[in-house]
């Protein structure tokens, strides 16, 4: 049950709380424990030097490594967990930052292993791998064994590792400017009952939503005022970034930025030129969704102010906690008991926090470590975004579950690029069951909406921003420079591209060529395309499991499991989605439309 009015932490009752207490029975559990780890950057530095003895010392070195991380990830977990559930509460708070400083201090003793490790001759590890000592720890190692040829000498390593505080600036800068000095400048305006609102980064996306298409354009030409007002400094700052990611390429001795990003993945640049290609062949898909939308909601032009708003809005306060968590477990009914058992045991002994309360952090993520259960903090509110997001993290606890039980410690935890196919994969399987389930045409209008808007943001809006990023860098390689003009004009051409010929594309469109200022993945190192990449890997996963295909519940499974053991383009691999062809996007995209044709159908 929701309580209308918000509660204090300590009036929260039991069941709706997640039972953080398995991890430390009190906060004086947990500081006997961190005080053990004084002595942690001592026990760890004692092995410099020593790495390239015998197989024997570099394998005991490395269980003390791992030990240590092993113990601060739990630390942390606990700390970090705590001070979100009230973010006022000074002690969890000073816990989370002390907890923290330890790690950087752990961090700093340990700098020595890595260098140390590559300065192994090579003949010497190939046959160590293979001991009996260090057969356990092989694809951990071979990992950083790897970066050979990028590796510099030690003070050339010393040095570049010295730019690194100095290159975090440009992010650092960004981050002050878009949320501490702009908003203190955006402008009021009044909402569709009358109220004077000040606008900030979170409620933007709400305005934009709202069936008033005064309150939209108000929303869209306040802010974009104020933005458009910053893109000389944003663009300095970008360009300051983007130099400093193509400097550090060269340094190690890759072709581009991009190979240098993509490089820890294992993945080859082909996948990400190959994702771009896949989405301007569907862009007539794409333009034909615009013109739908446009169509359905009587804008004759659409503008930009006009992308968010949906076509049919969301009905709230349907579903209670319980209607949410057996919608969830009926729709990954598919993956089998094994699935459904450990996720319905995880749910009665709460690992959930439910319901927001006064200090809580906002949103919702799945945490844990590897000595816990995984745990999710929700804020559900009752309306069907709220079931769609609880579906979307027991799908990350369920696949860290299944990693942490599989693997050792140390392959334990999945890559970024493979992280959103679990949790996609079982909104696709939610999505599935309501359209099966829901015989109301405005329930099954605002799902398919919903769909086409995942893949919109998902797989269109995230191509369009990585094809952008990639052009940043690729003018920067080439000798170019990041002028405010270049960069308006570049971006305002790929939002045209990608949206079509349904916009007006006339002055209150154009403040859109200032979006790429205040995106804040730029300043994150080409991570934009494993959103895209995620998403169409699900809906190839899902698309086969919800057919029916024999081995595919099995190998999707087994993916689960895999955690860090392989490649995450194997793993995909193993399980039905070669990511190096463009089959999985371009599946994602035909899924697409047929959504539309559906939803068209239902309109009609």
């Known amino acids: 049950m929701m309580a209308n009015n918000l509660r204090k932490r300590s009036e929260v009752p039991q069941k709706d709380r997640w039972s953080v207490e ?12 961190f005080s053990r780890t004084t002595s942690f950057p001592g026990e760890i530095s004692v092995w410099s030097g020593r790495l390239g003895e015998t197989p024997g010392t570099l394998k005991e070195a490395l269980e003390v490594l791992l030990a240590q991380h092993r113990t601060l990830e739990k630390l942390q977990t606990y700390a970090g967990m705590k001070r979100d559930e009230d973010l006022s509460d000074s002690l969890f708070g000073g816990m989370a930052s002390r907890i923290d400083s330890r790690v950087a201090e752990v961090g700093a003793a340990s700098s020595f292993f890595v260098p140390e490790l590559l300065a192994i001759p090579e003949e010497t590890m190939d046959s160590w791998i293979g001991t009996h000592d260090l057969r356990t720890y092989a694809a951990w190692l071979e990992n950083i064994l790897r970066y050979r040829p990028h590796t510099l000498s030690k003070s050339e390593e010393k040095i570049l590792a010295g730019t690194s505080e100095i290159i975090g600036c440009f992010a650092d800068t960004f981050g002050k400017l878009s949320n501490v000095d702009m908003p203190a400048r955006l402008p009021e305006i009044e909402d569709e009952t009358g109220e004077r609102v000040r606008l900030t980064n979170g409620n933007l996306s709400a305005l934009l939503q709202k069936k008033d298409r005064r309150v939209r354009k108000d929303a869209f030409e306040g802010f974009y005022r104020e933005v458009l007002g910053n893109v000389p400094t944003k663009g300095a700052l970008l360009q300051g970034q983007v130099r400093s990611q193509v400097f550090r390429a060269r340094t190690r001795n890759f ?4 190979e240098a990003s993509l490089f820890n993945d294992r993945v080859d640049t082909s996948v990400y030129d190959s994702l771009i290609s896949s989405v301007h062949d569907n862009l007539p898909a794409i333009h034909r969704y615009y013109r739908l939308r446009s169509e359905v909601l009587e804008l004759s032009p659409a503008h930009m102010y006009d992308v968010h708003v949906p076509i049919v809005p969301e009905s709230s306060g349907e579903y209670s906690w319980d209607d949410a968590v057996g919608l969830t477990l009926e729709a990954t009914a598919r993956l089998g008991s094994d699935y459904t058992d450990v996720l319905a045991a995880g749910f009665r002994e709460r690992w959930a926090d439910r319901y927001e309360n006064i200090g809580k952090r906002s949103g919702a993520y799945s945490g844990g470590c590897y000595d816990s259960h995984p745990y999710i903090l929700h804020n559900f509110n009752g309306n069907l975004s709220s079931v769609f997001t609880l579906a979307h993290e027991a799908g990350h606890s369920m696949h860290s579950y299944l990693s942490r039980k599989h693997q050792p410690y140390h392959t334990s935890d999945y890559r970024i690029l493979v992280a959103e196919v679990a949790s996609t994969t079982n909104e696709m399987l939610l999505i599935d069951l309501l359209l099966r389930k829901l015989d109301d ?27 952008f990023e990639k052009l940043l860098h690729e003018e ?9 003009d270049w960069l308006n004009e570049t971006y305002y051409e790929l939002v045209r591209l990608y949206h079509g010929d349904s916009f007006a594309w006339d002055l209150e469109d154009e403040p859109i060529a200032a979006e790429w200022s205040r995106i804040p993945h730029f300043y994150y190192n080409f991570y934009v395309y494993k959103y895209a990449t995620g998403l169409s890997s699900a809906v190839d996963i899902s698309s086969r499991i919800l057919e029916g295909r024999p081995g595919a519940v099995e190998s999707y499974m087994e993916f689960l499991k895999g955690g860090a053991s392989k490649p995450p383009l194997e793993l995909l691999r193993n399980a039905g989605v070669d990511l190096a062809t463009p089959a999985p996007v371009n599946s994602a995209l035909s899924k697409m439309e047929e959504t539309l044709d559906e939803l068209e159908e239902l309109l009609d």
């Open 255 to 258: 072709a581009s930025a991009l």
């Open 476 to 484: 920067v390689e080439s000798g170019g420079s990041l002028t405010p």
């Open 441 to 467: 045409e405005s329930a099954r209008t605002y799902i398919l909406d919903h769909l086409l808007g995942k893949f919109r943001s998902t797989i269109v809006r995230q191509t369009m921003f990585a094809e």
């Open 22 to 33: 398995e991890i430390y029975s009190s906060p004086e559990s947990w500081e006997e424990e």
